[in-house]
């Protein structure tokens, strides 16, 4: 069920089997990192936050239960009608590609959890960094929240199998022409389904690069969720404060 001809995000995350085979993903992480973040920028709850790929908004309404002002979007139809049950006059979500800038301006524009990246056109990438830059208030805040490329491709677990609501996922992962790759291949109602995840292993100073080209200065760089210093062989995201 592989089609090349749509961009593999563009129907991986669109299936009911993408959310299947994460739904055990640790939720308090993501919190934890939430919390540390918004109280390092010190953000008012006056202030605007724009989620940017946001998938079923799971951190878009956390960040709204914390008193912020949240839009969420993403490029995900059924994610969106996922995420706007739980809209409100403080939150809301949208349909949106990231590629272009959106529509309205923010004090402040996350883009979390390895939600960059996707794209084959170098080209797309730069106009992501522009598009946050053109989406963000006048000495507003963005934050990027990217794996870090070398340490993942240094502890790249090249094949497990996960079984989950009794389907079994088989995963291979593996590195070509500087992508990270993760190819997920399962069976369901006697159908065979065959996904590839993609994401360029970008580096520091490759982000560095975008930065210069949008106008944008990078102003600190983080190592993990716990916001501690990053070291390029031993931290596990890379996770860059700009404006």
């Not at 993903?25 to 919190?31: F, G, L, P, S, V």
């Not at 953000?43 to 709204?64: F, M, P, V, W």
């Not at 949240?70 to 059924?78: A, I, M, R």
């Not at 883009?111 to 990246?117: D, E, V, Y």
Request: glycine content about 4%; aromatic content about 14%; charged content about 25%.
């Amino acid at each position: 069920m592989s089609n090349e001809t749509v961009k593999w995000y563009a129907s991986w995350f669109d299936t009911p089997y993408y959310h299947q085979l994460y739904k055990n993903r640790d939720y308090t992480e993501a919190k934890r990192f939430m919390d540390n973040l918004t109280q390092h920028l010190s953000i008012q709850e006056n202030e605007t936050i724009l989620d940017l790929a946001c998938g079923k908004g799971r951190h878009s309404i956390y960040l709204n239960s914390l008193g912020y002002d949240v839009t969420g979007v993403d490029l995900s139809q059924n994610s969106i009608h996922h995420a706007q049950k739980f809209k409100n006059e403080r939150l809301r979500f949208d349909v949106h590609d990231m590629t272009k800038a959106y529509t309205s301006k923010f004090q402040f524009v996350f883009n979390l959890f390895t939600s960059f990246g996707y794209f084959e056109d170098e080209e797309d990438n730069l106009n992501t960094i522009k598009g946050i830059k053109s989406d963000l208030k006048e000495n507003g805040i963005g934050v990027i929240d990217f794996l870090n490329a070398n340490f993942i491709i240094d502890n790249l677990i090249p094949e497990e199998t996960k079984i989950v609501d009794d389907i079994t996922f088989n995963i291979k992962r593996f590195v070509k022409n500087g992508f990270i790759h993760k190819q997920i291949d399962f069976k369901d109602q006697g159908q065979d389904f065959s996904f590839t995840e993609k994401v360029k292993a970008i580096t520091l100073d490759q982000f560095k690069s975008y930065f210069e080209n949008a106008g944008l200065t990078l102003l600190e760089v983080f190592g993990d969720y716990n916001l501690s210093k990053f070291h390029s062989t031993t931290s596990p995201r890379l996770i860059l404060i700009f404006q």
